[in-house]
């Protein structure tokens, strides 16, 4: 983690109540946008110049979202799958029942990412706010191992790249269903795996401006050219408890209520009059 940057602290706005969720059980993607779900199309961050975004690349199956990332090895031929989600989520809670896979032989430097986000305006942007789990199964980033990371982000230059923010890691395998969950308040965020908290962020690495919960898998530099082959995670579902801070338990047992009284789906949480770029 680098020093963060001197800028004035600017108060986080505390947005209404609500309740987001989702069981990904649409008949098919044009359900799932119709139910609000931007399906990202086209180039950008983080896609390697060259790769793209398309929304073939997702697909639902017996109640799971399923994120397939193709490639070669090269970036012209390197297809990426993201999912956003309005952009109106802040102060609160959010978790996610996610399926990361492990490809064994495999070096591919792929990452399977649950996070939530706010567009980045310019370099350094003040007002960006971002956080964020990461599955790097295959290693990456300049380094062999298998890890996940949980991160809050201060701000960011994309181009050359220089990032401020604070990262909790778990090295190893999470091949398998994991509980994802990140608490965003006014002064913190906390991550948690499986109910283990691994993290806890402060400073200007909390969000202070309205996110988009999001899913994306993409593919990092370092991949090898050669034949055609494709990666895949899955998302069971997502909870979203706006204004409270609830355990990775209590979220867990909302969802399976939720299920249980036959709600696939329950968006309560306001609209924040913004626009979900989908594209970070």
């Not at 295959?138 to 201060?154: I, M, Q």
């Not at 230059?157 to 401020?164: G, L, N, T, V, Y």
Request: with cysteine.
């Amino acid at each position: 983690m680098k020093a963060a940057l001197v800028l004035l602290v600017v108060a986080t706005p505390v947005l209404a109540g609500g309740e987001f969720f989702d069981d990904f059980s649409q008949k098919d993607l044009d359900a799932l946008r119709a139910s609000g779900w931007v399906l990202r199309d086209g180039s950008g961050h983080p896609g390697l110049a060259g790769s793209r975004f398309s929304p073939g690349q997702l697909s639902l199956d017996a109640g799971l979202l399923k994120l397939k990332l193709t490639t070669d090895g090269t970036n012209a031929n390197t297809t990426l799958a993201q999912l956003c989600a309005p952009r109106k989520f802040l102060v609160g809670t959010t978790t996610a029942r996610v399926r990361l896979r492990d490809t064994p032989g495999s070096r591919d430097p792929v990452i399977q990412s649950f996070f939530l986000a706010g567009p980045l305006k310019h370099d350094y942007d003040p007002d960006f706010s971002e956080v964020d789990f990461e599955y790097l199964p295959h290693g990456g980033w300049g380094e062999p191992e298998t890890r996940l990371y949980g991160v809050s982000w201060h701000t960011v230059r994309i181009d050359p790249w220089e990032s401020f923010n604070q990262a909790s890691i778990l090295q190893g395998s999470f091949d398998g269903w994991q509980l994802l969950t990140v608490q965003v308040e006014a002064t913190r965020t906390r991550h948690y795996v499986n109910g283990r908290l691994i993290g806890e962020h402060t400073g200007r690495n909390v969000p202070s401006q309205p996110m988009a919960i999001s899913f994306n898998h993409w593919l990092s530099a370092g991949a090898v050219a050669g034949s055609q082959r494709d990666y895949e995670f899955d998302v069971d579902w997502v909870l979203h408890e706006a204004g409270r801070t609830l355990s990775p338990t209590a979220m867990q047992a909302r969802a399976a209520q939720l299920r249980k009284e036959g709600v696939a789906r329950r968006d309560t949480v306001p609209d924040a009059g913004l626009t979900s770029e989908c594209n970070l």
